[in-house]
């Protein structure tokens, strides 16, 4: 398996430009997530999915989209990009069943400047 | 409010040594916690976790030690190796949707 996958690995965006950071897992979990990670911070969930076609808010959603159309990839659009989404994004996913142990799977991350 | 945070910002131990790091968390209602490694550059990664109704979880080296009366996670590394050097992050699990709460960090770093 190849676990979680992101691309790019890493962006230079211009303030106003719009990108799409792509995100799939090949692991068949159910439950997809997007965090960022600021410089010397923890990490701040932006969205998570339970599923295909169930997308919700995390805690620093605003700026960001995102959608889940299958169960292995869970893109996440920015639009309009700010300095304040000088970032590194990380995907991760987990499966969840009655007795889950909650374990989330990270990517390697993409690194993203704007300017 | 809900916080998950971590006592100290970098520890730095000798090689060989044992490492303990700490975290509090202030909700109590929390039943499952986590802690990831982070490598320079890399995603975070599964260190082991721990139910609420359990005190104390041990793996491969390392221990996960639960006091739910002050709120308080500690993971202990024995025998510290260069390997070790990296990012600890404890998180703890918020309601029934399995999003975790990630506290800022702690940075281990190991002296040869």
């Known amino acids: 398996n190849a676990g979680v996958t992101q691309t790019p690995k890493f962006r230079i965006l211009k303030i106003g430009q719009s990108m799409t950071l792509q995100c799939a897992q090949d692991?068949?979990?159910?439950?997809m997530y997007w965090y960022r990670q600021d410089p010397g911070m923890g990490l701040k969930l932006i969205y998570y999915?339970?599923?295909?076609?169930?997308?919700d808010k995390g805690e620093v959603p605003n700026g960001y989209n995102v959608s889940r159309s299958t169960t292995e990839d869970f893109p996440l659009r920015l639009e309009l990009a700010a300095p304040s989404q000088t970032s590194v994004y990380f995907c991760?996913?987990?499966?969840?069943?009655?007795?889950?142990?909650?374990?989330?799977?990270f990517g390697p991350g993409t690194r993203l400047t704007v300017t | 409010g809900e916080s998950v945070g971590l006592h100290l910002p970098t520890l730095s131990v000798q090689e060989g040594d044992n490492s303990i790091i700490n975290c509090a968390y202030s909700?109590?209602?929390?039943?499952?916690f986590i802690w990831y490694k982070q490598e320079s550059g890399k995603g975070p990664q599964f260190i082991i976790d721990?139910?609420?109704?359990?005190d104390k979880r041990q793996g491969q080296r390392v221990t996960v030690l639960l006091n739910k009366t002050v709120k308080h996670l500690s993971l202990q590394i024995a025998a510290t190796q260069p390997g070790d050097s990296a990012v600890y992050f404890c998180?703890?699990?918020?309601?029934?949707?399995?999003?975790?709460?990630f506290g800022q960090g702690t940075t281990l770093q190991v002296k040869p």
């Open positions: 991760a996913s987990s499966y969840h069943s009655g007795r889950a142990n909650y374990e989330q799977y």
């Open positions: 692991m068949n979990h159910n439950y």
């Open positions: 999915s339970v599923g295909a076609g169930i997308t």
């Open positions: 909700n109590s209602a929390s039943d499952y």
């Open positions: 721990i139910r609420s109704n359990m």
């Open positions: 998180a703890e699990k918020k309601g029934n949707t399995g999003k975790l709460i």
